[in-house]
């Protein structure tokens, strides 16, 4: 293990002007925003900052009487935030690889835990994937981005993103996929036999498919986002 004198720690690890605009990654897991102005962020995210900046829950009835059902149903109510003002904004999610992604007038979906931060003036959407056949006791909750701005999600470890062609479909598991281009339609799926050979309860027998022309982003980690009515 390495030892450091004080002047050559904080040599190593101070933080550093890049000059990458408004979405920094400081590290590969920590994103520095240079506000001036606004952005919208995950609940909770907030690891530092320095200068005049102010937070925000996200108001009840801010982006409509739907959006606010949606949330509800889902139970991920006040999962965003707004940071206002000049300054310096550090964001992380436990230590999570950090993705920045800029829509040019692009669309992309990201499932609603992996979402970091996002430009506002983004238009975005809350979308609810229903379960199929009573696996589920939930859906799987997805933010719709779309527009000109810069998005940041995260993923465990490295992510890795598979093309979808035409004819050519991608299966994915539901709780390793981080996000998929706007122009593809997902469908679930269960492969009854991997059911039958890995019991009932296995979230392996559901998938997602991705058919259409387009990419999918998945990470080597399955985090839980359902609970299974028969454990």
Known sequence: ?????????????????????????????????????????????????????????????????????????????SQLMKAKGNGKLYLADQGKKITIVDLAGDSIYINGNDLLAFEDGLHWDIKLMRRIAGVLSGGLFNVHLEGNGLVAFTSHYEPLTLMVYPGQPIFTDPNATVAWSGNLQPEFVTDIQLKTLVGRGSGESLQMKFSGNGFVVVQPYEEVYFSDKNS
Request: glycine share 12%; net charge neutral; hydrophobic share 35%.
């Open 1 to 77: 293990m390495s030892k450091y004198s004080i002047s050559q720690f904080i040599q190593s690890t101070k933080q550093k002007d890049l000059g990458q605009g408004f979405f920094e990654l400081e590290t590969e897991r920590i994103l520095e925003v240079n506000l001036n102005g606004l952005v919208w962020a995950k609940m909770g995210s907030m690891i530092s900052y320095e200068g005049n900046i102010k937070f925000e829950r996200e108001g009840i009835l801010e982006h409509g009487l739907g959006r606010l059902l949606k949330k509800t149903f889902t139970g991920e109510g």
